[in-house]
């Protein structure tokens, strides 16, 4: 099974740093991406793990844990542009497809 | 530039006509993908393609029809058998087996 599970809603402050969680079914994996996507607009590809570890893009930063079946996304210095929806996808072995999940509403308040 | 286009942006259309949304492709991706979005939900894949002249049903796909005549072009065509059609539909496209998928803006769709 592909079954991705993340929490359906976040809330944070401005200038704080939040921890976005996705778990997976680990059998097959073969790698995990991570989206943000606006209110009526397209997702826009954030990070994408394969090996285990941690993945630093400026304020963003992705983990992995293959064995575990756990992925994070870490907002740092949030903004009030960061407030969006943030999907979790994975990819199998003999899958062309992603696998998304239902995403994470993150709202960031002054 | 390269990219992914879909058109139109919004499109309404009268309960039981088919309808048929755009996507087309200049990043020579061999795989196409259609996803549906519901409000607060995730995507849901109702067709995909990874060749020329195939494609395959996803989760979604009853009331849909797709097709694939060229690498650059993917159309989805809601037909009157979908019974709740008003979404927003993705089209997106990746050039190999498991990576990062490129999307259109999307196409907005209301039946009324």
């Known amino acids: 099974g592909q079954n991705i599970d993340q929490p359906t809603e976040m809330t944070a402050t401005e200038g704080a740093i939040v921890q976005i969680n996705c778990t997976y079914q680990?059998?097959?994996?073969?790698?995990l991406f991570w989206y943000q996507q606006h209110a009526g607009e397209a997702p826009t590809f954030l990070s994408y793990?394969?090996?285990?570890g941690l993945e630093e893009k400026g304020r963003f930063s992705s983990f992995l844990s293959r064995s575990k079946g756990y992925s994070y996304l870490l907002l740092k210095e949030l903004q009030m542009k960061d407030s969006a929806s943030y999907l979790c996808?994975?990819?199998?072995?003999?899958?062309?497809?992603?696998?998304f999940g239902k995403g994470t509403m993150l709202l960031v308040s002054p | 530039d390269g990219g992914i286009t879909q058109s139109p942006k919004y499109l309404f259309r009268k309960e039981g006509q088919n309808v048929t949304l755009s996507c087309e492709q200049n990043?020579?991706?061999?795989?196409m993908y259609w996803y549906r979005q519901d409000p607060g939900q995730g995507l849901r894949l109702i067709y995909y393609?990874?060749?020329?002249?195939?494609?395959q049903k996803g989760d979604i796909a009853e009331g849909y029809s797709v097709s694939r005549e060229k690498k650059e072009s993917f159309p989805l065509t809601v037909t009157s058998a979908q019974k709740n059609p008003t979404a927003f539909y993705l089209c997106?496209?990746?050039?190999?087996?498991?990576?990062?998928?490129?999307f259109g803006q999307g196409t907005r769709l209301t039946v009324v």
């Open positions: 680990t059998s097959g994996f073969n790698g």
């Open positions: 990043l020579n991706h061999d795989a």
């Open positions: 996808a994975t990819s199998y072995s003999g899958y062309s497809t992603l696998t």
């Open positions: 393609s990874q060749i020329v002249n195939d494609f």
């Open positions: 997106a496209s990746n050039g190999r087996e498991g990576t990062e998928a490129f």
């Open positions: 793990n394969v090996l285990d």
